[in-house]
């Protein structure tokens, strides 16, 4: 646990800030999920799948939560409309790691929240969050993480939302505005976040193989991520690697799917789930 707890602390801790002298009004970036896997057995042997087959399922636990100790409130511009963000105390967040912007510590809310800009625009499903931008332990600018599920337009034309994964990363804009006052936060050795269960996934689609990372919610499965692998007869046997998690897709004949699991989503250290990342 104290070998989870250190390379957690390494993860987020700030790196060599590089901050313009007069920065937008927002900052946009990319944010990574950490995770660390509770083992798991699987079947090493060869298998066979057709249609849509969950590979490999595996859940996985919070790694640096984190509690407001003090209300928070405010608003992030977003094209003509706004954004309100609210947190109460007593709110357990989780960390996102970001992309680019590694000095900050973002830490957002496992809940989401749905906000309507236009009629015609498909509504915002967004988790707030809070940054720390100097490592003092108190949040100092407000945040959103724009979740990866896109609405829908039902027949009677209202939005529908999708499953959506309790924790993910996704798209970060943070808002360079200070908030007005100082909100500590502190960090939680335990958490009530439950855990994330992840599955790999493939989808066979005529000669090709899309293997990809989603997460399951009861009898709901969503896109978790948007990695993927996708390959093509021709181009097996190949081993296909997602957030560690590794399988080799071997075969495919008459729709059926031949494949074997190599290893599972790591468990002597906590790893990071990216979006637009091949490995």
Known sequence: MRHVASIAALLLAPLLMAQAAAPPATVSDSGLLVLAAQPVEFNAEPQT???TTVLLTQQASIVGAVRVDAPVAG????????????ISPGTELFPVL???????????????????LTPLRPPLITRTCLADNNGDRVF??????????MPTRAVSGAWEIPATPHVSGGAVTIATTPIRAPVPFTPLQQNHI?????????????DTAIVELRSREGDASAL???QRETTPVANM?????????????????????????????PTDQPFVIANNTRR
């Open 75 to 86: 608003a992030i511009a977003v094209g003509n409309a706004s954004l309100a963000l609210e």
């Open 49 to 51: 799948a057709t249609g």
């Open 194 to 206: 439950a855990p994330v269960t992840l599955e790999l996934t493939a989808r066979v689609i005529g």
């Open 140 to 149: 100092d600018y407000l945040a959103y993480l724009q979740v990866n599920v």
């Open 224 to 226: 978790i991520t948007d």
């Open 237 to 265: 046997p190949r081993t296909v690697t997602l957030s560690g998690a590794q399988v080799e897709v071997q075969s495919l004949a008459a729709g059926a799917l031949t494949y074997r699991l190599i290893s599972g989503f």
């Open 98 to 116: 970001l992309h680019q912007h590694r000095e900050v510590r973002l830490f957002c809310r496992a809940t989401t929240e749905v906000t309507a």
